[in-house]
């Protein structure tokens, strides 16, 4: 079994930073991809980045240039870094492992976090 714990939420201005981190135990994820996804309000949730084992990242097209995912595999951690954050970007954050298949879906991950909540006021 994986646990994962996600950290560094809050509440902030618009244009402001924020990193995210997600803490494994239990077994080790480091050969997995590990995505967030986000859920606002009313909203499905969604993709917003991965990073593979080996470091490749994929970026949802609202926060490509925007937010930078990178991970430490020593530490089993997998880090969100969100810079100029809008209104937009208010939801709940969630890091997932994934098992199977596409990146994009959240069918594909098997094991979640709790989830974290960012609000960025305007």
């Known amino acids: 079994q994986v646990q994962l714990v996600e950290s560094g939420g809050g509440l902030v201005q618009a244009g402001d930073s924020l990193r995210l981190a997600c803490e494994a135990s239990?077994?080790?994820?480091?050969?997995?991809?590990m995505g967030w996804f986000r859920q606002a309000p009313g909203k499905e949730r969604e993709f917003v980045a991965v990073i593979t084992w080996d470091g490749d990242t994929y970026y949802a097209d609202s926060v490509k240039g925007r937010f930078t995912t990178s991970r430490d595999h020593a530490k089993d951690t997998t880090y969100l870094q969100m810079m100029s954050l809008k209104p937009e970007d208010t939801a709940v954050y969630y890091c997932?492992?994934?098992?199977?298949?596409?990146?994009?879906?959240?069918?594909?991950?098997?094991?979640w976090g709790q989830g974290t909540q960012v609000t960025v006021s305007s």
């Open positions: 239990g077994r080790t994820v480091s050969g997995n991809a």
């Open positions: 997932a492992a994934h098992a199977l298949g596409d990146y994009y879906a959240a069918r594909n991950y098997d094991y």
